[in-house]
């Protein structure tokens, strides 16, 4: 591997140790600790530093290019386009079941929220009934229905993996938040990927959330 590969394999690694280490509740703790007047601003400065960040490797590999390793052709092109807006359009229609302003940090900022948990109920919207984390699974459908350049195949292991690591994260804060409902919710419904055979129905979804939702 090239000196531009391992650049960009340590830009994905610094990123996403950076990233999991604000979105841990040990720091969240210890800012709501020694600095209580910054948490109602604290999910959006997370939100933007975030983004700010993630400029860094993507402009990487971009600037890196290379030659094509693998593309999509004939019918696979009509086939990897076509998931690829099958993912956008699946994570346009879940936003629908998000609290915007919380997750952007808004409404922290705009109640003074300095409370460290997520302020949002348990939800099982209809893309959760399917899979735990939609917006991974429909991450990864986008990164791997593009042309592969080394770069951009190094660019899309490391994001898988981060997914992976970051679902095992995510949930362990779900399990402090939720407890015995999100428990179950993680024992009938798959992480990353849909499985015809585990997944909710309406009734067994509304049952969990008026579960997790008691306390």
């Known amino acids: 591997m090239n000196a531009g590969l391992w650049w960009l394999a340590f830009t994905w690694l610094a990123y996403f140790i950076v990233h999991s280490l604000l979105a841990s509740l040990k720091v969240k703790y210890l800012v709501a600790r020694k600095w209580p007047g910054f948490m109602p601003w604290y999910r959006l400065f997370f939100n933007l530093l975030a ?14 290019g290379g030659e094509i390793l693998f593309a999509w052709k004939g019918a696979w092109w009509w086939l990897g386009n076509g998931l690829a807006l099958a993912a956008v359009a699946g994570f346009l229609y879940s936003l ?7 997750f952007l940090g808004l409404r922290q900022l705009r109640e003074r929220e300095q409370r460290v948990e997520d ?16 917006w ?24 898988t993996l981060y997914f ?9 804060k779900l399990l402090a938040y939720h407890g015995e409902a999100y428990a179950e919710y993680r024992r009938r419904v ?7 055979w585990k997944r909710l129905d309406r009734e067994q979804a509304r049952r969990l959330e008026r579960k997790g939702n008691e306390n």
């Open 119 to 134: 302020q949002e109920r348990f939800r099982v919207s209809p893309l959760h009934r399917h899979v735990r984390h939609p």
């Open 96 to 102: 629908r079941h998000y609290d915007g302003a919380e």
């Open 164 to 172: 992976i690591i970051g679902s095992w994260l995510e949930e362990r």
């Open 51 to 64: 983004l700010v960040l993630l400029v860094i490797p993507l402009w990487l590999t971009w600037r890196l």
């Open 190 to 196: 798959p992480g990353l990927f849909p499985l015809p």
């Open 136 to 159: 991974y699974f429909l991450g990864i459908i986008l990164i791997w229905t593009r042309d592969m350049t080394a770069p951009m195949l190094l660019s899309s292991v490391m994001m």
